[in-house]
């Protein structure tokens, strides 16, 4: 083996070759993905319900068994050695898998002793995650009382107690209000400089911004792009400039309002969605005026104009043709819905 | 074995603490066996006057067959704590530690083995209030716990195929009442098999119940009847095959 190999497989932390998992009924939920997560890094999946992050995680941790391809964590592989994958990582599920019956501090001992910690070790590595995650006044108060961001706090502490390499996340801030979401940010982003690596989807685009040094945008169970955040955004080439027309306008505006923009020096393609359309331009806030010169003189009707940097949810729409949108004030059920069904 | 008990045994003490957390689930089976026991021995007292019933009064005859009650509607607790586990994503957090698979199984088997030994022996304390007594003494009482827990299990692997293919509680529950009876009433739970009709004797004899009241009845009533004892617990072995290899099968269709 070169050197140059072994330095590159003692890198990575995760390493997926063209895993596909299908489930009964023709279901494909995750369509030959192939990526790799370096030690250290905090690698995000970003994409809407139903992409094939959930699929994805589940199949890492061993909770599914692939249709095809090759999953090492940690140098292991998932189908022939489950048990030391198990032993090294830490999953946090979307559903939180916590006992209401039992108090905070019985739920870490609990899981804590499944993981071969002895009873003494177990009850001080409790008393300190319950310090951490800021749950140690109500340590003695069942889980059932909790409130979400509470529960959530305590599902990441369950997922800690073992001292694992690597931390899974299924969209821990999902059903989240913006303070608590921000607090366990807070707390990730301590875990990662101690030296965890963090494997985490999400479907807000802020999460994945400000939390990933790398992500993937994942879309109807493919991997349609990879890079940093910045990366992404750059490969939209400018900033965003939106026309939305009003509601009024007929087809014939509205294409003529694309060619138009279409038309322009230095313009990615454009999109339009819902009565908007939008194109990236080089140097785009410069030339703002340009577009209303060049709009006004084709007799198109303006609504309103819009100049932004670049966000992932532009790389999501360049990529998807679709918006990322996600309600970030609703708050999906915390508990499963009836029977087990198979979250992709 | 020793670090599956070890596992097992984690898993067991979590679930007694529910029990003691939540002392709703250790009385959840008893309601009804309690009230059957109230009601009918007292609307059924007159039976034991009549030519061939051949037990001192209906009491004594009822008290086994509100065991094996009792234990039967522990057995459907068992698949609804198991669609809960699953509901609540604890199933998961299981099956990611780094434990063995049957260490699952196993502490569930343990934690409701020790719940339906628990709800035997109070029904039995209220049973003891209430006048009856057992020939055997505390030796058979003993013996009669386990057969009945014995047979709860196989029981319960009725109930867990159902939880886990249906991943319903209520559902579950449902399905447990809809068995439970017609098999307690086609037994010789509620008539000595020389009252019942031809018929009804006839498929007595094919019933796993009837067999485990006619050994808890023994116990109770006659002394150590060591033909009924080896009949019902060879019936139970034979049930248990069958039914916990479904449920391990349907376990594992969940999980993979």
Known sequence: MDKTGTEKEDRAMITVENLIKDFPGDVRAVDDISFRVEKGEIFGFLGPNGAGKTTTIRAIVTLLKPTSGKILVDGFDVTKNPQAIRERVGYAAQFIGVDDDLTAHENLILQARLHNISTREAKKKANELLEIMDLQDVAKRRAGTFSGGMRRRLDLAQALVHEPHLLFLDEPTTGLDPQNRRALWGHLRKLNESGLTIFLTTQYMEEANTLCERLAIIDQGRIQIEGSPAELKATLGGEAITVTLPETAQQDVFERTRSILDGMSGAAETKSYNHSVAVFLEHGSSRLAEVVRALDSADVPVARLELAQPTLDDVFLRHTGERLRVEETKRPSMRRPHGRSKQR | ?256
Request: aromatic share 10%; proline share 4%; hydrophobic share 55%.
């Open chain 2, 1 to 256: 074995m020793i670090r599956s008990l070890r596992e097992a045994g984690v898993l067991w003490r979590r679930n007694m603490l529910k029990l003691t957390r939540v002392p709703m689930l250790l009385f959840f089976s008893l309601f009804q066996p309690l009230l059957f026991l109230l009601l009918f021995s007292q609307v059924f007292s007159r039976l034991s006057e009549m030519p061939g019933f051949g037990y001192e009064n209906y009491l004594q005859f009822l008290v086994p067959t509100i065991v094996g009650l009792t234990t039967l509607n522990s057995a459907f607790q068992s698949g609804m704590g198991m669609v809960n586990d699953i509901d609540d994503g604890l199933l998961d957090k299981f099956l990611i530690a780094p434990i063995r698979r049957s260490s699952i199984l196993l502490g569930k088997v343990l934690a409701d083995a020790t719940r339906m030994a628990l709800q035997a022996l109070l029904i039995l304390g209220f049973a003891y209030i209430m006048g009856a007594r057992v020939e055997t003494g505390i030796l058979g009482v003993g013996l009669l716990i386990l057969i009945a827990v014995l047979f709860g299990i196989a029981w319960a692997g009725i109930s867990n195929v159902v939880a886990l293919r249906t991943g319903n509680a209520e559902l579950t529950m449902l399905i447990g009442i809809l068995i439970t009876f017609p098999v307690l009433f086609l037994s010789t739970g509620f008539m000595p098999q020389a009252l019942l009709p031809d018929w009804l004797g006839t498929a007595a004899q094919f019933n796993p119940i009837t067999y485990l009241i006619d050994a808890l009845r023994a116990l109770v009533n006659e002394g150590w009847n060591w033909t009924a004892i080896w009949q019902a617990l060879a019936v139970t072995m034979g049930l248990a095959s069958l039914t916990l290899t479904a449920a391990t099968r349907a376990f594992r269709k969940v999980i993979s």
